[in-house]
């Protein structure tokens, strides 16, 4: 706990250089107290607490009793006696925290099942048996890649509330990859496409990044994932054929079993 309050408090006063590039003319500061350390304490506490204000939003559930967390958080500055141990408010912090994510999961579980369910009965979704769903976008003709090959394609990822978490199209530079080292619904679904096809994916957890998500990046856990994909090219794997044991040949044998190789002269 002592150690997420610093880390919040440091953050919280380095002042972003963003923020200072976007204010080409500095504005100097008016006097609120009669002395500087009054003033800066003031102004290192609005910093600090637009920053718990930020992340208060990310907490699961997003609920927060403002003036109980402000009266927490004086009473630790202060040395104030506690309604709580430290030891007993971590405890229930981290509780708090992983049955609140638990719920949050299942809402976003919820949340695909219903998309995905809505979604099928829409013109032009297919659904495959796995459960991936896709609509053609641009039809072309030609071979398909197998599994085992690898393509290169362009790509853009969203959430279901149209969050992007990714984009070679922003990136400006398509990718390459073995269509079997990627999620299973990636694997299956470009094994339908042709070169020079767009379609667009509709990925369920489980064909996707699973309960779990991606571990401090942007898919949370349960996410049905939207893809926009273009088949560019396809690279068929290379098999190499293994290079033949050259044995050394057996001297012939005469009918009574005597070899009939010459001799080396000695």
Do not use: C
């Amino acid at each position: 706990m002592k150690k997420t309050i610093l880390l919040i408090t440091a953050v919280s006063f380095m002042f972003t250089t963003a923020e200072a590039k976007k204010k080409e003319v500095a504005v100097k500061p008016a006097v609120v107290f009669t002395n500087d350390v009054d003033s800066m304490s003031y102004a290192l506490g609005l910093n600090v607490g637009a920053d718990f204000k930020k992340n208060i939003e990310k907490v699961p559930g997003g609920k927060a009793n403002i003036e109980l967390l402000v009266k927490g958080f004086s009473t630790a500055m202060k040395g104030d006696s506690a309604l709580m141990n430290e030891k007993v408010a971590s405890e229930f912090f981290k509780a708090y925290i992983t049955k609140a994510q638990a719920k949050d999961l299942e809402v976003k579980k919820g949340a695909g099942e219903k998309f995905l369910a809505e979604n099928k009965t829409k013109t032009g979704v297919i659904t495959t048996a796995s459960g991936l769903q896709y609509q053609v976008l641009v039809a072309k003709d030609g071979p398909k890649p197998a599994a085992t090959d690898s393509v290169k394609v362009h790509y853009t990822g969203t959430l279901l509330d149209g969050t992007k978490f990714d984009s070679s199209v922003d990136r400006g530079e398509p990718i390459t990859f073995p269509l079997n080292q990627v999620i299973p619904g990636w694997t299956e679904g470009v094994q339908l496409m042709s070169v020079g096809s767009k379609y667009k994916f509709f990925v369920p957890y489980n064909l996707g990044y699973g309960e779990q998500g991606t571990q401090g990046g942007p898919i949370p856990g349960f996410a049905t994932l939207i893809f926009d994909v273009e088949l560019l090219e396809i690279k068929p794997l290379k098999v190499v054929a293994p290079v033949a044991e050259v044995k050394e040949a057996e001297p012939a044998k005469s009918a009574k079993g005597k070899t009939t190789a010459k001799k080396g002269k000695k």
